[in-house]
């Protein structure tokens, strides 16, 4: 199975986190009624932006399978908590709700 690990701005679009072009090791665990990422990520210019627009994050996990559909789980993070440990390079992103679904379900 291939996983792919996505941090977008919800506004615009903007990618901050992409693991097909950056490998990024992350962790996910249930936290609460949420779900908490940790990120072992460099600081950057990006992870900045991505601070800066904290209250407007999509987090998506994408699991390709060879014998079945992609899927594609959408988590919200809204509220949550977006913090970063400069000492230990490790970005903690708390996501409120998510969605999960295959794409082709929904393609037209």
Same mark, same amino acid.
């Given at each position: 199975?291939?996983? +792919? #690990? ?12 992409? $693991?097909?072009?950056?490998? @990024?090791?992350? +962790? ?6 949420? =779900?908490? #990422? +940790?990120? $072992?990520?460099?600081?950057?210019? $990006?992870?900045?932006?991505?601070? /800066?627009?904290? /209250? !407007?994050?999509?987090?998506?996990? #994408? ?10 789980? =959408? ?7 977006? !913090?970063?440990?400069?000492? !230990?390079? $490790?970005? +903690?992103? @708390? /996501? ?8 082709? !379900?929904?393609? @037209?």
């Amino acid at each position: 199975m291939k996983q +792919t #690990f996505l941090v977008k701005h919800a506004v615009g679009g903007r990618m901050f986190i992409d $693991s097909n072009k950056l490998e @990024v090791p992350y +962790t996910l665990v249930p936290q609460g009624e949420g =779900w908490r #990422f +940790t990120v $072992s990520v460099p600081w950057s210019e $990006s992870i900045e932006e991505l601070l /800066a627009h904290k /209250a !407007e994050l999509n987090v998506f996990v #994408f699991q390709e399978f060879d014998d079945q559909p992609t899927l594609k789980t =959408w988590y919200y993070v809204k509220d949550g908590p977006v !913090e970063y440990n400069a000492d !230990e390079n $490790s970005l +903690t992103i @708390v /996501a409120d709700s998510h969605i999960a679904y295959y794409p082709h !379900e929904y393609s @037209v």
